[in-house]
């Protein structure tokens, strides 16, 4: 191979350069198979190490979950390394479907792994999923110390949600309030759905509070942030009773479609209010020029359930043009089908049918799910 | 002579420097490639080890999935298909099996086993589809939706699945795809994540031949004995690995497999659903996405999630596995001219400007430039312009190469999920990369240019996949 490659003042011949090249493949194979056969047969080792254990380790430690002094204290020091490990792992497993006394039993297991601790450390030194997995741990143990204890704020929207929910659920909040001011405190794009969950769950405690903050703060939100607050408002049904609705009535008037979809099932729970029976904002919400928002608004109406509310959901539909509305609209209909006179169903012609078919069918299958569970 | 001579070496010589200089830049791109996948790897894990401290199925915000299955002339499998698919674990979940026109007992089947009866009321929404004859319902099982419509291919069946579910999610499978049991889980996190802005995720496809399986699901992973299916887990792996992990991290993935990926059911109905006119409708689907959301002004992501799993029996003789990569190869090669304003558009971001332009170099024009080559390269020793000396080098530098990127994927494999536990399947693996650069990759590139002509001829054929069935354990109630 002759030739070269001139380099500034140098030139270097094409074999050297060859040979370089073929001493980092070399080198990058030889490496490369080590690592993976060296970790594999690791893995494989811990592996097998832990199957041959584990079924001891998990009968031991269900005999003395369900015993009336566990002395968790005695046992695990007694457990190899791996031992532990697969305890810990059996216990996440355990805590994940258990709640009772039985629960309390594994929590204090939990303890003598030495979680806490170990979730103390993790919070003030581990990446985002590390402290994650860290709080998930002091929510499943019921143990807020650890996070006392630490030097750490949450710095993203679900380590707050999961610092909402441990302190939520450890009753370490003054009032459920004081979590929703957590959790929405300086948000302002969207949550996942376990922050979303966790907003749930916390306003289920504190409708009015939540109802409150979201009417004060929500023109500072994200049209998603706005959206998410307002289906969390559409599943907590009739709790709040007192406060003024304007603001849910100004976001169905919205600019964007789907806040405005989700305002109408926040407003699902609110038909009692008599501003929301004006019949200029129920003609304008019908006649919405979005067919997912007057979809929204029929399920609303569908919701509302009285007759006066059927009726204009009724006539709404007579003159839909969209046909995906109208089948939200016609099974909306469908679950208050009692409350119509023989001429709705023709009317609405195939959407109806349809509907009403589909419902019947969904409950000759739940019937029979529920005869084969009872 | 002479003149015949140095022309000769001219252009060998220009031809030589293209290549050389085409491997370079190639090689390099999927070097980084790699190494990004590395490091979304590694996120990817630690997410996967956090468990969520609430109870998934006592929420009412996760998202409802349909699972759209199209089925033709499936009757040998079906039912176990469909019953295995029913048994997912996942809080809102919708089966829609689309009869697509079989000609065999797939529908009657159905009926018996799920006691199917018929809605008498017709759709009442156009459906971009052949015709339906019929919509059935269980009386069993409230999720199960059949749809019985004339012939029209894949992307026909689907789109008639997707236009009628009401679920804001669609998983598109195949009905001989396996599917974990928690897999849906699994590969809606970005979903649950960013509900607001995901758009579509992929899971990982993995080689089913020579698995065990029980009740629907893969309960024992085995490597195939036999070189072919072996040689394409190897393949698997490194597509998945190394190349979807490393797009994903410059949120760039422009491919979801068809097998199982998860869609917002309302932008795939806003752009049109899948198209009929295209045998690649996975890769279609995603470039169109990505291009409408860009021409929308849209904020989107398209994830690629490596921990949920489908499995899939990949052909066990070069015939078939000939006929699927033809299909493949033509079906990228419409779908890229089909999409060609995307190339170097800086309108579409890094997908257009880096993404696309390199996926079109080393996937479509890389096994034609290497088929070239081997037609080339006796040709350039014939006129003697080929240094012996050089050409072993370079080939063994190449392949030294190639099998280390293969070996990057096994690694990753090993390090994250090790789903082939013990160390002698991964030794087997390892082999396997070795191998698949004597015969099986100069093979592909013959495939590719078949493939190639294919498209200049129109053929728009699927061509019969045949299967020799999984490995099934018989479970024996007690």
């Known amino acids: 191979m002759q030739g070269a490659v001139a380099v500034g003042e140098y030139s270097v011949p094409i074999s050297v350069i060859l040979s370089v090249l073929g001493l980092l493949v070399g080198i990058g194979l030889v490496v490369s198979l080590a690592l993976t056969m060296g970790l594999s047969s690791y893995r494989y080792l811990k592996a097998t190490q832990r199957s041959q254990v584990r079924s001891d380790v998990q009968n031991e ?5 369900f015993a009336p002094e566990p002395k968790w204290d005695e046992w695990v020091p007694t457990l190899s390394k791996t031992e532990q490990s697969v305890a810990t792992e059996l216990l996440a497993e355990y805590l994940r479907e258990l709640d009772g006394s039985e629960a309390d039993s ?11 601790d170990e979730a103390r450390a993790d919070l003030e030194r581990g990446h985002t999923f590390v402290r ?7 929510i499943r143990l019921d143990d807020p110390d650890p996070y006392y204890a630490a030097s750490y704020e949450p710095t993203t929207q679900a380590e707050r949600a999961a610092v909402a929910r441990l302190l939520f659920q450890t009753g370490q909040l003054d009032t459920p309030a004081a979590g929703v001011e957590l959790l929405l405190d300086g948000a302002t794009t969207e949550f996942s759905v376990f922050g979303q969950d966790t907003l749930y769950r916390l306003a289920r405690e504190a409708p009015d509070a939540m109802f409150a903050l979201a009417a004060n703060r929500y023109e500072a939100w994200s049209d998603a942030l706005l959206a998410q607050v307002l289906l969390v408002h559409g599943q907590l049904g009739t709790g709040i009773r007192t406060a003024d609705v304007s603001w849910l009535t100004s976001n169905l008037e919205g600019d964007d479609e789907g806040v405005r979809a989700a305002a109408a099932s926040a407003l699902g729970s609110f038909g009692w209010r008599p501003e929301l029976r004006d019949s200029r904002f129920l003609s304008r919400a019908t006649a919405d020029s979005s067919p997912r928002v007057r979809g929204a608004v029929y399920e609303m109406l569908g919701s509302w359930g009285d007759q006066e509310a059927v009726t204009i959901l009724l006539y709404a539909l007579v003159s839909e043009e969209d046909p995906r509305a109208l089948v939200r609209g016609t099974n909306a209909l469908v679950q208050r ?11 609405l012609g195939a959407a109806w049918e349809w509907s009403s078919e589909h419902a019947s069918y969904d409950s000759v299958a739940r019937g029979h799910t529920g005869a084969t569970q009872g | 002579m002479h003149s015949t001579t140095h022309l000769a070496v001219t252009v060998f010589g220009a031809i030589g420097l293209f290549i050389l200089a085409y491997y370079l830049v190639v090689n390099s791109y999927y070097l980084c490639l790699h190494i990004l996948a590395l490091f979304e790897l590694r996120d990817d894990v630690r997410e996967a080890n956090w468990d969520e401290p609430f109870r998934r199925f006592a929420s009412p915000f996760y998202p409802g999935i349909a699972l759209v299955v199209p089925a033709y ?16 674990n996942y809080p809102e979940l919708e089966v829609v099996v689309v009869n697509d026109g079989s000609t065999d007992a797939t529908l009657k089947k159905l009926i018996e086993r799920f006691e199917l009866e018929e809605i008498e009321a017709e759709v009442p929404f156009e459906v971009p589809s052949e015709a339906i004859h019929g919509t059935y319902r269980s009386t069993r099982y409230e999720e199960l939706l059949v749809v019985d419509k004339v012939n029209g291919g894949k992307s026909d069946a689907l789109n008639a699945g997707i236009w009628l579910t009401e679920m804001s999610l669609f998983c598109a499978v195949d009905s001989d795809t396996l599917i974990d049991r928690d897999a849906l889980l699994q590969i809606v996190k970005p979903f649950l994540k960013r509900p607001g802005t995901t758009v579509a995720t992929g899971g990982v496809i993995r080689v089913a031949n020579e698995c065990s399986v029980r009740d629907g699901l893969v309960k024992d992973v085995n490597l195939p004995k036999t070189g072919l299916p072996g040689l394409q887990v190897m393949e698997y792996l490194r597509a998945f690995y190394s190349g979807r992990l490393g797009l994903n991290r410059l949120n760039g993935l422009i491919l979801i497999s068809g097998a199982f990926g998860l869609f917002r059911t309302d932008v795939v109905r806003e752009i049109g659903g899948y198209r009929h006119d295209t045998i690649t409708e996975d890769f279609d689907i995603i470039v169109r996405l990505h291009r409408y959301l860009t021409d929308e002004d849209r904020e989107y992501t398209v994830d690629f999630v490596p921990e949920p799993v489908a499995w899939t029996e990949v052909p066990s003789s070069r015939r078939v596995l000939g006929r699927q990569r033809r299909r493949w190869f033509r079906g990228m090669v419409e779908t890229v001219v089909t999409n060609r304003g995307m190339l170097f558009n800086p309108s579409y971001g890094r997908v257009g400007t880096v993404i696309f332009p390199f996926f079109v170099a080393a996937e479509m024009f890389g096994p034609l430039i290497e088929g070239l080559g081997y037609i080339i390269l006796p040709l350039a020793w014939y006129f003697g312009v080929l240094s012996i000396e050089f050409f072993i080098v370079f080939f063994l530098l190449t392949t030294g190469f190639g099998i280390f990127l293969s070996w990057f994927g096994v690694f990753s494999e090993v390090w994250s999920f090790n789903r082939y536990e013990d160390p002698r399947q991964i030794g087997r693996l390892l082999w396997y990369g070795v191998l698949e650069n004597f015969g099986y990759r100069q093979w592909k590139t013959i495939v590719a240019w078949q493939g190639l002509l294919e498209y200049f001829r129109g053929v728009d054929s699927w061509g019969v996949m045949e299967r020799g069935g999984f490995s099934v354990e018989n479970h024996e109630d007690n």
């Open chain 2, 73 to 88: 002339n499936e009757a040998a499998t079906i039912e176990e298909s469909v019953q295995s698919m029913l048994s997912l």
């Open chain 1, 61 to 65: 430690l269900l005999s003395r979950a």
């Open chain 1, 337 to 347: 089908q009692d409350q119509i006179g023989r001429s709705g169903p023709a009317i």
């Open chain 1, 106 to 116: 594994l929590k204090q297991l939990g303890v003598a792994l030495g979680i806490p």
């Open chain 1, 132 to 138: 994650l997995q860290a709080l998930t741990w002091l």
